[in-house]
């Protein structure tokens, strides 16, 4: 028998993309610091753990943007920042180390979404995405690969945003995208529901 789309979507086996799990977002000294980072990165083991370190990727994002464009803005708004991309603040945290047999996926942009990403996933795969920050990285992270074809699913509760207030409003954008980007939490992943076409409606 003939598989419909969705049916064909919900047998691509899921990659676990776990966005920029980096010291200058967990720090608690860092200006970016994420107060729920050591609550994420908890369930982003366990998501893992589940998922293989051959199917699990991890993202950085370094400073190496062009400083002529308005990212020169953008550094001279956070000078902290403005560091060398081999200085600690961009290392991955130690409770990342390990956790994917691939390296980094390193970009200079928000979003990581893009060829060197897709040239590991494929132009259609089926993304479980975690990390840093909701209200930043994860979001235009997430809209991206959904715009391109990518099947997403956001594990809300394995993100971490700058403030609950801005953590809420980006998940309700993201929320506004199914059926190419569907939210649950790291219970019902790791409990079976991540078909690429969303399953049951819990968390969305």
């Given at each position: 028998?003939?598989?419909?789309?969705?049916?064909?979507?919900?047998?691509?086996?899921?990659?676990?993309?776990?966005?920029?799990?980096?010291?200058?977002?967990?720090?608690?000294?860092?200006?970016?610091?994420?107060?729920?980072?050591?609550?994420?990165?908890?369930?982003?083991?366990?998501?893992?753990?589940?998922?293989?370190?051959?199917?699990?990727?991890?993202?950085?994002?370094?400073?190496?943007?062009?400083?002529?464009?308005?990212?020169?803005?953008?550094?001279?708004?956070?000078p902290?920042?403005?560091?060398?991309?081999?200085?600690?603040?961009?290392?991955?945290?130690?409770?990342?180390?390990?956790?994917?047999?691939?390296?980094?996926?390193?970009?200079?942009?928000?979003?990581?979404?893009g060829?060197?990403?897709?040239?590991?996933?494929?132009?259609?795969?089926?993304?479980?995405?975690?990390?840093?920050?909701?209200?930043?990285c994860?979001?235009?992270?997430?809209?991206?690969?959904?715009?391109?074809?990518?099947?997403?699913t956001?594990?809300?509760?394995?993100?971490?945003?700058?403030?609950p207030?801005?953590?809420?409003?980006?998940?309700h954008?993201?929320?506004?995208?199914?059926?190419?980007?569907?939210?649950?939490?790291?219970?019902?992943i790791?409990?079976?529901?991540h078909?690429a076409?969303?399953g049951?409606?819990g968390?969305?």
């Amino acid at each position: 028998m003939t598989r419909s789309p969705a049916s064909a979507a919900s047998a691509v086996r899921p990659w676990l993309l776990v966005v920029d799990a980096q010291r200058i977002f967990a720090d608690p000294a860092s200006q970016w610091a994420a107060p729920t980072f050591p609550a994420a990165m908890e369930r982003i083991a366990q998501l893992a753990a589940h998922a293989g370190p051959e199917r699990t990727l991890l993202t950085r994002w370094l400073p190496t943007a062009d400083r002529s464009t308005s990212w020169g803005d953008y550094f001279r708004d956070w000078p902290f920042a403005d560091v060398p991309p081999t200085d600690a603040l961009y290392e991955l945290v130690d409770a990342a180390q390990g956790l994917s047999a691939r390296p980094t996926v390193d970009e200079p942009t928000f979003g990581k979404w893009g060829p060197q990403l897709e040239g590991i996933v494929g132009p259609a795969p089926h993304l479980l995405v975690a990390g840093v920050s909701t209200d930043c990285c994860v979001v235009t992270t997430v809209l991206a690969a959904a715009d391109a074809g990518a099947h997403v699913t956001v594990v809300i509760d394995a993100c971490a945003a700058s403030t609950p207030e801005n953590g809420e409003a980006a998940l309700h954008t993201m929320s506004l995208f199914p059926p190419q980007v569907r939210l649950r939490t790291s219970a019902e992943i790791l409990g079976g529901a991540h078909t690429a076409e969303g399953g049951d409606d819990g968390g969305a």
